[in-house]
């Protein structure tokens, strides 16, 4: 069993998308090497707990459960913790605007660390080699300078003025078009990104990822659309979404390690890097250790 770090065991970390939870039927999933399972109860209420050999059955009175793990539901999500969480989860204020297409976009298994999935979701530079003719395209293959900030005050990586020109940004773009992105990184395994709304110029569609770490070199993906999209259906916008990550999952898994090195100089970096370079020293400076290779002291 690793050693989990006192940082990544106080955090809420997601298990399961809550309309796929039945109330009554247990689940068991995975988390930081140890087995849980999740229910919901008839209220509709997160209950988490870790699982063990004796259990049988795929059902159980949820009022019988005595050791309780933290629980909550957040963006179409259930948390849960192995520690001590912080009161609420990250704030994602969009989610809450009663015009948005609000989705959970599938939970996908990837064998890499949740580390490694984070930096891959902050990359531009794929855009037009693995995600051709819909987020990049040659001869655009450019990363224009953008800024990267590490927030004390907020607790986040910041990447900001990250522009790229996209021939299908969104589902409901016609036309190529040159993107605006802005990058939060408000949790070590999960990234918030905002971009250029097609339908809208004054608003941004929101797209998160947040990573379920299973072991340090596995981890699922758990993906949220929050958009600004009045023609296409929920079916079609978790397509496309589907879509890019299908795209995404074969060079995530090819990546070597598959744990995140945390010393900037064990891979070249160039432009595009900026803000992997800011997460790995932000991971680095918080003491995270599971899912990366520390910085050798």
Not at 29 to 52: E, H, Q, Y
Not at 65 to 87: H, K
């Amino acid at each position: 069993m690793p050693t989990i770090d006192p940082v990544t065991r106080d955090l809420w970390q997601v298990i399961a998308a809550t309309d796929e939870i039945v109330p009554g039927i247990i689940e068991t999933t995975l988390l930081l090497d140890i087995r849980i399972a999740l229910t919901r109860d008839s209220d509709g209420n997160p209950v988490v707990w870790r699982r063990t050999d004796e259990e049988q059955g795929d059902e159980i009175d949820t009022e019988t459960i005595i050791d309780r793990l933290p629980a909550i539901t957040g963006y179409g999500y259930i948390w849960t913790s192995l520690g001590s969480p912080p009161a609420a989860l990250f704030p994602i204020p969009e989610y809450a605007e009663p015009d948005r297409k609000n989705m959970s976009c599938g939970s996908i298994g990837i064998h890499v660390s949740a580390p490694r999935a984070v930096e891959n979701f902050l990359d531009m530079g794929h855009f037009p080699y693995v995600h051709t003719d819909i987020l990049g395209a040659e001869p655009h293959t450019e990363v224009k300078e953008y800024d990267v900030e590490v927030s004390e005050e907020r607790d986040e990586v910041l990447a900001t003025r990250c522009r790229f020109i996209q021939p299908r940004a969104a589902k409901s773009a016609t036309s190529a078009m040159e993107v605006e992105y802005v990058y939060r990184v408000p949790h070590p395994f999960c990234s918030v990104l905002y971009k250029s709304c097609p339908e809208d110029e004054s608003r941004r569609d929101v797209i998160a990822i947040f990573l379920q770490p299973m072991t340090q070199e596995r981890c699922r993906a758990h993906l949220l659309q929050s958009m600004i999209d009045s023609t296409s259906t929920i079916t079609d916008l978790r397509r496309f979404q589907q879509t890019i990550f299908g795209q995404d999952k074969p060079i995530l898994e090819n990546q070597y390690p598959k744990r995140l090195p945390l010393d900037p100089r064990s891979e070249t970096p160039i432009r595009a890097d900026k803000s992997a370079i800011a997460y790995r020293r932000w991971l680095s400076q918080k003491g995270i250790t599971y899912g990366v290779i520390p910085v050798a002291s």
